[in-house]
């Protein structure tokens, strides 16, 4: 399961209105690579496969890459270096110092 902050539900819902896309959604998946052994990519969405899962209508991803966001947060964070989307994964052993790469022990 995948967690999403209510933030990043908001930020979702804001995408949504703005791009007049209801069906709009994060995908979330997980490549091999990266400078620490995987990488998180995020796209947006609007199409949903049957080998997709849905978390709160907001992120989705598919069924190879749940098992390495088993129990993730997914987030969306505003800051002095601009805004993004940051995953606290329990997963995760070590990551890269941008957040995107990771590895799992």
């Not at 190879?64 to 993004?84: M, R, T, Y």
Request: glycine share 12%.
């Amino acid at each position: 399961m995948l967690i999403p902050t209510p933030a990043l539900i908001a930020r979702i819902e804001k995408l949504r209105d703005v791009r007049g896309a209801p069906d709009l959604r994060l995908r979330v998946t997980v490549d091999g690579g990266g400078c620490s052994g995987f990488q998180y990519k995020f796209t947006f969405d609007s199409l949903v496969t049957p080998d997709d899962q849905v978390f709160e209508n907001a992120v989705v991803t598919d069924m190879a890459s749940l098992p390495f966001l088993e129990g993730a947060q997914i987030d969306f964070v505003s800051g002095i270096a601009g805004d993004d989307f940051v995953i606290k994964n329990p997963n995760a052993v070590s990551g890269c110092g941008c957040g995107v790469s990771f590895s799992i022990g």
